[in-house]
């Protein structure tokens, strides 16, 4: 039987960190991966460009982690977004930030961080096994014992389950690591989609393909201030993405256009615009001529009418109409067509220090099988860059 200080399931950049991490201050370390390349999933985020972090300071990260982001200031403060910027930078891959605080390789190529990652592993001599399932772990006394698909045994003191969620299980995220919890009796929350494009009961045919920046969404009591798209099936870009995590149910969104004025002092705006050209010439300036043409519709004002010739209260419709768009949503997609996982190994029983679980000595759970979630914008893999580097080298 081969024996390893350390195995690492899963081959995302949470168990390639990991393996970083461990073989880093010289433990042996082996790495099983199912697909036959690392870092599938990883390879489509960002486009295919990999928003590999974020920029902002860790308060920022935390409330962009809506899904228990105060765990991780152990795991922070012991490794964080900027010492994942230090680290792609002293290993020959210098990123480059874009709006919102977003990191990407200089090479726009999500193979370049995966590349990296590889590289490093293979200075450091971990062991990587691909197009290998694990079918089954064990512990005996002070050991585990890993079984592949190719009949071997393994034997290692510590075994990092990085196997991801249940989102793209075409990636190899078919929810293993759970079940790994579940042999050991570690409770698991419920899973639940999260990240995920908005369907809704009348999708706007009219706006598809409209994409808004800054747009204000509220839902329920949470508001949140990023671009949005709108499609053919309902609402996509990081402003849905991001309220989905607070849609369980049917629900009613709503949009503020102009966060920065209230409905009197928008319209006392407009007044100040030439009053001799039609409303939608007139109000061009202000919104998109698709919106402005179908929010004029709505509050029945005709777009060829000349601005002076529409009442007061008419103007106060359309003003409130654009700082408080009401729209329908009928659902979120499903969990595997979503971009993240919401729930998971329960993190009462992990350690936050180490993220080994507090009943099992020597298994440890990093990423996103944890039950933590995050925004898009590099935050989620910031959280399972993190994680692998904690639980690695602890």
Known sequence: MNKY?????GGGPSGMMASIGSSYYGHSTMLIEKNRRLGKKLSMTGGGRCNVTNNANIDEIIENIPGN???LHSTFSQFDNQDIINFFQDNGTPLKEEDHGRMFPTTDKSMTIINALIDKMKELGVTIKTKVEVVSVKKTGDFFV?????KEEYQASRVIVATGGKTYPSTGSTGFGHEIARRFDIPLTDLRPSESPLIMNKPIKDLQGISMDDVTVKVGKKTIVHDILFTHFGLSGPAALRASTYIKEPTNIYLDLFDNLNQEELVKKWLTFDENKAIKNSLKSEFQERVLLYLLNIVGIEPQTPLK???KQKLQELAHLAKNWELAIEKTFSLEKSFVTAGGVELK?????TLESKTVPGLYFVGEVLDINAHTGGYNITSALATGWVAGTN
């Not at 200080?5 to 399931?9: G, N, P």
């Not at 029983?349 to 220090?353: D, G, R, S, T, Y």
């Open 5 to 9: 200080d350390t195995i690492v399931i």
């Open 69 to 71: 982001g105060r765990f």
């Open 146 to 150: 890993v079984k592949t698909s190719d």
């Open 309 to 311: 010739q529409v009442s």
């Open 349 to 353: 029983n992990i350690n936050p220090k």
